[in-house]
C-alpha cells in the first residue's frame, strides 16, 4: 500500500464519517407511534354495517369489540359487546385499548365526543341514501384503517354487479312497487330513502317517489294499487303484515299474491357487496320470469 493511497484515504474517512453521521441524524427514531403502528391495529366496531365491511376489507382478526346489532357475519357474534349502536358503553371500550373507533352518525354525539376527550380515535361515517353514497363511505373507511387497495377492489366489483343487473332490467316491464318500512304507523319508501335504489334499479316504479314524507295512511297505498309490495321487516312482524293486507283484495299485489317479506339486515345497512347481491334477490322478485338473469 503506497503512502500517497494512505495520505488521500486519510482525507476521505472523515468526511465519510461525518456524512454518516449527518445521514443517521436525518433518519426518525423509533417512538412510540412507530412502535404502536408494528402491532394489529385493534379496532371497535359502532355499526353493523361497519362491521361488516371491515371483514370484507380483510380486517376480521382486528375487530375487538362491536354492537349487540352486529350480526353479520356470523364470525362477528363472538366478538366482545361494547353496547348498542346509538349508545355505546364507554367503560367497555375503554377497557379494550382500541387503536380506532368506527361509527356512523347514529351514534350518540355526546359520547362520540367523551371518546374523543378521552383521546380515543375516533372516526364517523355519514349514513349513506343511495347506492353511490354507500361505495363512498366504504372507500372513506378504506383510507381509515389503511386498506384503500382493497376498497376499491371490492367497490369496483360490486359497482360491476349492480350496473349489469341495471342493464337486464332496462328492458323489462316496469312494476309499480311499494316498499313498506313501518307499521305503527304505517311508513313507506320514499325517492329520498335508501330502498328507492333498490326498487330503480331493479326495473320497477316506486309508487310513493313523489311523496315528501314516508308517513302516509294505508288506504293511501290501497289507493295507489301497486303491483308489488315488498314488507321490510325491521321492527315488524312480517307475516302479520302480510296478512293485514288481505283486508284489501282489489289491489293487485294481493289479488296476485305478491307481496315479499325482505330482511331489514339485507336491505337498511348494507355493504356495496351486500347491496349487489340483495339488489339480484329483489329483482328475482320483480322479475320472475327472468329469474336466471339475476342469480
Not at 350496473?163 to 323489462?172: E, P, S
Not at 304507523?185 to 326495473?203: L, Y
Request: glycine residues 6%; contains cysteine; aromatic residues 6%.
Amino acid at each position: 500500500m503506497t503512502a500517497s493511497f494512505l495520505t488521500r484515504m486519510s482525507r476521505v474517512l472523515p468526511v465519510m464519517a461525518a456524512a454518516v453521521i449527518i445521514l443517521c441524524l436525518a433518519l426518525p427514531a423509533p417512538d412510540a407511534t412507530a412502535q404502536k403502528a408494528a402491532r394489529p391495529l385493534r379496532i371497535i366496531s359502532l355499526s353493523p354495517a361497519v362491521t361488516e365491511s371491515l371483514y370484507l376489507l380483510g380486517l376480521g382478526e382486528n375487530i375487538v369489540g362491536v354492537t349487540t346489532y352486529c350480526n353479520r357475519p356470523k364470525e362477528a357474534r363472538a366478538k366482545e359487546k361494547v353496547g348498542t349502536v346509538i349508545q355505546p358503553n364507554l367503560e367497555r371500550i375503554l377497557k379494550l385499548r382500541p387503536d380506532l373507533v368506527l361509527a356512523m352518525t347514529l351514534t350518540d354525539p355526546k359520547t362520540v365526543q367523551k371518546m374523543r376527550d378521552l383521546r380515543l380515535n375516533v372516526v364517523t361515517f355519514t349514513i349513506a341514501d343511495t347506492f353511490s353514497g354507500l361505495c363512498d363511505v366504504f372507500l372513506e373507511m378504506g383510507k381509515a384503517t389503511g386498506r384503500s387497495a382493497e376498497a376499491v377492489r371490492v367497490v369496483g366489483t360490486a359497482r360491476a354487479r349492480v350496473d349489469a343487473i341495471k342493464r337486464r332490467t332496462a328492458r323489462l316491464p316496469k312494476p309499480a312497487v311499494l316498499v313498506q318500512i313501518g307499521s305503527k304507523p304505517f311508513f313507506v319508501a320514499t325517492k329520498d330513502v335508501f330502498m328507492n335504489d333498490f326498487i330503480e334499479f331493479a326495473g320497477a316504479v316506486n309508487v310513493f317517489r313523489d311523496v315528501a314524507s314516508g308517513n302516509v295512511g294505508r288506504e293511501e297505498a290501497v289507493l295507489r294499487d301497486p303491483d308489488v309490495i315488498l314488507i321490510v321487516t325491521m321492527g315488524l312482524t312480517g307475516e302479520n303484515e302480510r296478512l293485514a293486507w288481505k283486508r284489501f283484495p282489489t289491489v293487485k299485489a294481493v289479488k296476485n299474491d305478491r307481496i315479499y317479506l325482505v330482511d331489514s339486515d339485507d336491505v337498511c345497512s348494507p355493504t356495496p357487496v351486500s347491496f349487489a347481491r340483495s339488489l339480484g334477490d329483489i329483482a328475482m322478485l320483480l322479475h320472475p320470469g327472468e329469474a336466471e338473469e339475476f342469480r
